[in-house]
């Protein structure tokens, strides 16, 4: 059997397990590990498990993932986001649909605190719904909003996407955070563009909410300051060349811990469950990319990345006509795979290609972790949708998946404006210092 | 069977507990390092002591992420398949699980032999690499324990304990 033909197999191994719900991590194990004793024989993929579990688990640029994950956590469970909340509120909540808008906002100081999707929508799920439900939101507004702007969580630094985006293609985690900073920045603009045009075309959608006065406004902001002086403090820190991406996640955590244990809602029962929290992601991703170090060698062994560039190279396409279908085999894909699983089996086949054609790896990246976020909010396995329909159980998943449609749209947006003007992302990294 | 699961749940908590604090060692270690280094007294192996807590970190969170049901996986069919073949794919990953960890852990524990015949060690405190790479096999293995169990739960009883309320110890 040729190299191809197994690779194939295990391939469409794979797909099944994936079907059959075996845990992503532990199918790629499987099919990299039968691949690679297939392919080169059974010491090749011991050995393979051996130095890629512990080379991975001691490297070095990967200690962001637990770093801001803590940052996140004890955000989310002293209280932090919901200071970000008011802030927003204060700023937009008295405008129609202000206070979706002011989720969005939220969502977006949230996401810069944490590199999780799901913690953003769940957190700002919590503080948010209840407040649109009291003005008489649109349930179908209200849902949609908190599941696309968690989405925000992968696209704005820190990102847990971008970390194993690097991780995969050997890119600068760095360089791949600021170059997430400005498209979050119009993801989110355009977000609330979307939620002013649905109020102005259905006004009953988002009724305004309560004026706040100059004293209330003044002090929601003073209250957020400390949590955007951590924002300053880490992506400006790397930014202006002050921090790696390591020493700005234990600065962002430290500080983090430093405020809450000032203010006193750092309990030591929150704290703890916050380490646990963070060690459990930790190994969730961990064990997702050490099972990619064991299929990605089976895929460069069996030759199908080489394949596939072949029969593309063949098709005689431009760069641009080949970057929109791989985007598009993502936005396929997006419907029904996990967004990492996604990353992790596709880009051994796609970025050499990619990086053939001479496109630019960090743009790449941006734009595939913006069709990741896309996919988190797509049916039928949206996860942020399942999400918010946890913290919203009597609304409708129909009524959510409809809800989320004009923020899909603009994601959309956001994809061909960054298509057609890449320096929207490449800016910020190619003015970082060092 | 009870019994059993208590002694899972607690290997559980304890290498969770080992992560927890392998992230606070973490945290302090490097902003030690980053604070010292703005008055010119930056940590003498602080990178050292960052890679080998990150190993604690990541495997010490393995056992209770399995325990949570923290793994991800595609749930789109869950619905469409009768509960007998759910209940067998349950039990069939959690035996899939136990055997990679096992198989983990025997990987990294020959290699360890290896590191310390070669006395390999870390760069500049000298941590003799096994050290670490034996922490893993036992972090590796309290995990496989725990799936292994987790998967004669389900075939004998039914019960998931990724599904409890209690989550661990």
């Known amino acids: 059997m040729t190299g191809t033909a197994t690779g194939l197999i295990g391939i469409a191994a794979l797909m099944i397990l994936l079907m059959l719900r075996i845990p992503v991590a532990f199918a790629m194990f499987l099919v990299g590990f039968l691949g690679i004793s297939a392919l080169n024989g059974m010491s090749s993929a011991f050995n393979l498990l051996a130095s890629e579990s512990f080379t991975l688990a001691s490297s070095p640029e990967l200690v962001v993932i637990p770093l801001f994950i803590l940052m996140g956590n004890i955000t989310a469970a002293t209280g932090m986001s919901r200071q970000l909340y008011d802030a927003a509120y204060a700023l937009v909540g008295s405008i129609r649909g202000g206070l979706a808008s002011a989720t969005i906002i939220g969502c977006g100081g949230f996401a810069a605190l944490s590199g999780s999707s799901v913690a953003s929508a769940l957190t700002m799920g919590q503080v948010a719904l209840d407040q649109m439900d009291r003005f008489k939101y649109s349930q179908r507004l209200s849902t949609g909003a908190v599941a696309a702007g968690g989405t925000l969580g992968i696209l704005i630094p820190p990102s847990t996407g971008f970390v194993i985006y690097a991780i995969l293609t050997e890119q600068s985690i760095g360089r791949l955070f600021l170059a997430g900073v400005l498209p979050g920045i119009l993801l989110l603009t355009l977000f609330v563009l979307a939620i002013t045009l649905i109020c102005i075309i259905r006004p009953e959608f988002g009724p305004p909410g309560p004026r706040t006065s100059l004293p209330e406004k003044t002090l929601a902001f003073l209250k957020a300051v400390p949590i955007l002086g951590v924002i300053a403090l880490t992506i400006g820190g790397i930014y202006g060349g002050f921090f790696s991406p390591v020493e700005a996640s234990a600065v962002g955590a430290g500080a983090v811990m430093l405020i809450t244990l000032f203010r006193r809602t750092l309990t030591l029962r929150i704290f703890i469950e916050a380490l646990r929290g963070s060690v459990v992601t930790t190994a969730t991703v961990m064990l997702i990319l050490i099972a990619a170090h064991m299929i990605n060698p089976f895929l460069a062994l069996s030759h199908i990345p080489t394949a596939v560039g072949l029969f593309i190279d063949g098709l005689g396409l431009g760069p641009m006509a080949v970057l929109s279908i791989i985007l598009l085999i993502y936005l396929v894909l997006g419907t029904f795979l996990e967004g990492f699983a996604m990353l992790v089996l596709t880009l051994p086949i796609f970025f050499p290609i990619v990086t053939g054609m001479g496109i630019d790896p960090i743009w790449f990246g941006v734009l595939v972790v913006l069709t990741l976020e896309m996919g988190l909010i797509s049916p039928p396995v949206g996860l942020n949708v399942f999400i918010v329909k946890s913290v919203a159980p009597k609304v409708p998943l129909s009524e959510i998946f409809l809800g989320v449609i004009p923020f899909w749209i603009m994601m959309l947006v956001t994809i061909i404006i960054l298509m057609s003007f890449p320096q929207i992302a490449l800016m910020l990294p190619n003015a970082m210092k060092n | ?169």
């Open chain 2, 1 to 169: 069977m009870d019994l059993l699961r208590t002694i899972a749940d607690r290997l559980i908590g304890l290498s969770a507990t080992v992560g927890s604090l392998g992230l606070l060692v973490l945290v302090g270690t490097i902003l030690y390092d980053v604070i010292g280094s703005q008055f010119g007294r930056p940590l003498y192996g602080a990178l050292d002591i960052t890679i080998m807590s990150f190993v604690i970190v990541v495997f010490g969170g393995m056992a209770l992420c399995d325990r949570r049901g923290g793994h991800i996986s595609v749930d789109l069919l869950e619905r469409r398949f009768p509960p007998l073949l759910n209940r067998i794919i349950d039990a069939g990953s959690a035996v899939l699980g136990a055997a990679i960890f096992v198989t983990l852990a025997w990987a990294v524990y020959e290699s360890a032999r290896i590191s310390e015949m070669l006395n390999l060690s870390t760069n500049l405190l000298r941590l003799p690499k096994a050290w670490f790479q034996y922490a893993l096999c036992t972090l590796a293995l309290v995990t496989a324990f725990g799936m292994a169990l987790r998967a004669v739960e389900i075939a004998l009883t039914g019960r998931d304990v990724r599904r409890d309320e209690t989550p661990s110890r």
